[in-house]
């Protein structure tokens, strides 16, 4: 089954990630996840602490034990609430160290070059590759604007397929990278992946659920790259080949 199958996409990412010579291309992207990650919770924290300081001082002494009930659901409502939001800033500052990761996982799968640049021609193409992530962050953003409003119109129709958007996104942001190294356009990588639905929301599924679960979600970042471009190779590169 197709959904399954994509689902197993993004988990063999966990082996992938741990094999001689992919590594350290795993690194950066990681380092970079947790100096956001904890630089970011390092400054909620200061402004949690302020703000319930503030609070604290409005309310009258026998009510002063509502800062200790408040600081855990402040705290999950942040970790959770965040994981989206954390995962668009990261991907834009990553995405060259992604596109190089999902160009040397292909190498490592298939035996064969993407091509031949040098580290300037690859640095010349950063700004190539922030573009992609502007225009997936231009689809994304008002498509989430409206199924968010549906969420207050239609709560349960609203839930479902804001899940099932949310599972779609996580697909085309981390099986866009071989795409993107391939030159393919972004309308032209949309169209192949609706051709296999099924298939990228089990993947994106499975990115969703971990994206979900705080601190497992720092690993998450290079785990998908490596499986979205595996799900590329045995799925769609045949089909750019002469």
Not at 2 to 9: A, D, I, P, S, V
Not at 52 to 74: Q, V
């Amino acid at each position: 089954m197709q959904f399954t199958q994509g689902m197993e996409y993004f988990f063999s990412g966990f082996k992938l990630i741990s094999q001689k010579g992919l590594k350290r291309f795993v690194l950066i992207p990681l380092l970079i996840n947790i100096l956001l990650f904890g630089s970011s919770l390092f400054f909620l924290y200061g402004w949690l602490t302020d703000g319930f300081a503030y609070m604290n001082s409005l309310l009258p002494e026998w009510l002063s034990w509502l800062e200790w009930l408040m600081w855990p659901i402040a705290v999950l409502v942040i970790l959770f609430s965040y994981s989206m939001l954390f995962t668009v800033i990261t991907n834009f500052i990553a995405a060259p160290f992604n596109g190089l990761l999902s160009e040397k996982v292909e190498l490592y799968l298939t035996g064969q070059k993407i091509n031949d640049d040098s580290l300037f021609d690859t640095m010349k193409d950063v700004p190539r590759m922030l573009g992609r992530e502007w225009t997936k962050l231009c689809y994304y953003l008002p498509r989430a604007i409206g199924f968010f409003i549906l969420l207050w119109i239609l709560p349960v129709i609203g839930q479902v397929l804001w899940v099932l958007f949310t599972c779609w996104m996580y697909a085309v942001q981390y099986e866009d990278y071989a795409f993107d190294n391939h030159k393919i356009s972004f309308n032209e990588m949309k169209n192949d992946l609706k051709q296999k639905q099924t298939l990228s929301y089990g993947f994106g599924l499975a990115v969703m659920i971990l994206t979900a679960i705080p601190f497992v979600n720092l690993i998450v970042m290079p785990v998908a790259v490596c499986g979205g471009t595996r799900l590329w190779v045995e799925n769609y590169r045949s089909q750019y080949r002469s």
